[in-house]
């Protein structure tokens, strides 16, 4: 049975600093693509970041190039989503993505 949970959500000044983590099991974490997205309250959910197999190639909205950082502990089957200089339009419910699976998520609000 594949899951994927989400934790290190939890609310933040803006400015401030989160990181997610995504613990998966039941499929071979080591061989696929793993993917962040969020969906903002009344929003549809959108791409934030994705991170290959091995690591070595990531990919960013442009919302976030620069801001966050997404890496991957293959050992630990775990992705991580490492959010700085938060904004408040990065309030949002935020998902993990792989193997065809979801988690159910993690809420993130920035608000002073």
């Known amino acids: 049975q594949v899951q994927l949970v989400e934790s290190g959500g939890g609310l933040v000044q803006p400015g401030g600093s989160l990181r997610l983590s995504c613990t998966a099991s039941g499929f071979p974490f080591r061989f696929h693509t793993m993917t962040w997205y969020r969906q903002p309250p009344g929003k549809e959910r959108e791409f934030v970041a994705s991170?290959?197999?091995?690591?070595?190639?990531?990919d960013y909205s442009d919302s976030v190039k620069g801001r966050f950082t997404i890496s991957r502990d293959n050992v630990k089957t775990t992705v991580y989503l490492q959010m700085n200089s938060l904004k408040p339009e990065d309030t949002a419910v935020y998902y993990c993505r792989g193997y065809s699976s979801w988690g159910l998520g993690t809420q993130v609000t920035v608000s002073s």
């Open positions: 991170i290959s197999a091995a690591g070595d190639n990531t």
